[in-house]
Structure formats: structure tokens, C-alpha cells
């Protein structure tokens, strides 16, 4: 499984439905994700990727849209 299909994986579950946004738009603002599901992102991502996300990067700016988690997996880890 590639790291997009892992990650629409983790936001569908996260959501309860399919994300249905192009890979560069907001996901909090079409309303897929609310400020509440951040967390619940966060540990989804750390459990599939083996990451550790520290609380200083739990802003939604930074797991905005699909291309930024893959950026931010990126610089961070896997």
C-alpha cells in the first residue's frame, strides 16, 4: 500500500467517509476534518508510519490537505 492510500485510509476512518477533496485542498475547510478529528489524525499517522508527532505540531495548518501530510511524513520520518 502506497503512502496516499495509507493516508486517505487514515482520514476516512478519522472522518467515517470518504475524502472526497483533491490532494492539495484543505480538508478542514471542506469540512471532511474539524479541529476535534486533528488528534485522532495525528495518532492514526504515528501508529501507520511510526512517527512521533510532538504536541508543538498539532496545528491543523500543518495536516491541512493530503499533499501536506505527505510533506510533513516527508521531512519527518518515513
Known amino acids: 500500500m502506497d503512502k496516499r492510500t495509507q493516508i ?3 482520514i476516512r476512518t478519522v472522518a467515517g467517509k470518504d475524502p472526497s477533496v483533491a490532494p ?4 478542514f475547510d471542506n469540512g471532511v476534518l474539524d479541529s476535534f478529528g486533528l488528534q485522532d ?3 492514526g499517522l504515528e501508529k ?3 512517527v512521533k508527532i510532538p504536541d508543538s505540531d498539532l496545528t491543523p ?3 491541512d ?3 501536506r501530510i505527505e510533506e510533513y511524513l516527508q521531512e519527518h520520518g518515513k
Request: proline fraction near 0%.
Open 61 to 63: 495548518r500543518k495536516f
Open 48 to 50: 501507520s508510519f511510526g
Open 65 to 67: 490537505s493530503i499533499e
Open 24 to 27: 492539495d485542498e484543505s480538508l
Open 8 to 10: 486517505l485510509d487514515i
Open 41 to 43: 489524525l495525528v495518532t
